[in-house]
T-cell receptor, first 111, second 116 residues
Framework: GQSLEQPSEVTAVEGAIVQINCTYQTSGFYGLSWYQQHDGGAPTFLSYNALDGLEETGRFSSFLSRSDSYGYLLLQELQMKDSASYFCALDRGSTLGRLYFGRGTQLTVWP | NAGVMQNPRHLVRRRGQEARLRCSPMKGHSHVYWYRQLPEEGLKFMVY????????ESGMPKERFSAEFPKEGPSILRIQQVVRGDSAAYFC??????????????FGPGTRLTVL
């Protein structure tokens, strides 16, 4: 089986930088994905790490270390609109066709 | 390019009735996935389908739940004889079915099922 652990809540102020950690246990996977969900709406894809290292997409970056079974999502220059739930998900690959999601981290950005 | 569409957005059923949830994938996508989300929890995989084929239904309860993705028309998630525990948000996602692992899934707005 597999498991994912993320903090349940994180708070920060506008303009700050926040890191959401994700540790996992799995027998095999292709990569680690990150999704954002506002108020129970459609989860939206943010980032994907197939290889170890940092992937940067604008204000968001994601990191993966397979040797440490660990990844994180880094959000810079926080804005109020970044308040949402953030999910890490193990990518089992298109053959198996499923993402295994963590329970999510609720980020609250204060003015 | 329209995104993933789901309907209805909200569905209320009484115990014992049937619920039918529909999902139209993004244009050009041939793979559909269904997930269930309970409040304060992550999305739980239910089933993965391609046109006219169920690829993986390991997350689907063995009884009362079924899914299809016909050659023409939307994918349907069907829940028979609903019980209160079926109340949840049901999300559909689609992907283009690219070779390899980077087959990003794009999610619809979900159907909120409430069983009275």
């Amino acid at each position: 089986g597999q498991s994912l652990e993320q903090p349940s809540e994180v708070t920060a102020v506008e303009g700050a930088i926040v890191q959401i950690n994700c540790t996992y246990q799995t027998s095999g996977f292709y990569g680690l994905s990150w999704y954002q969900q506002h108020d129970g709406g459609a989860p939206t894809f943010l980032s994907y790490n197939a290889l170890d290292g940092l992937e940067e997409t604008g204000r968001f970056s994601s990191f993966l270390s397979r040797s440490d079974s660990y990844g994180y999502l880094l959000l810079q220059e926080l804005q109020m609109k970044d308040s949402a739930s953030y999910f890490c998900a193990l990518d089992r690959g298109s053959t198996l066709g499923r993402l295994y999601f963590g329970r999510g981290t609720q980020l609250t950005v204060w003015p | 390019n329209a995104g993933v569409m789901q309907n209805p957005r909200h569905l209320v059923r009484r115990r014992g009735q049937e619920a039918r949830l529909r999902c139209s994938p993004m244009k050009g996508h041939s793979h559909v996935y269904w997930y269930r989300q309970l409040p304060e929890e992550g999305l739980k995989f239910m089933v993965y389908l391609q046109k006219e084929n169920i690829i993986d239904e390991s997350g689907m309860p063995k009884e009362r739940f079924s899914a299809e993705f016909p050659k023409e028309g939307p994918s349907i998630l069907r829940i028979q004889q609903v019980v209160r525990g079926d109340s949840a948000a049901y999300f559909c996602a689609s992907s283009p079915g690219l070779a390899g692992s980077t087959d990003t899934q794009y999610f619809g707005p979900g159907t909120r099922l409430t069983v009275l």
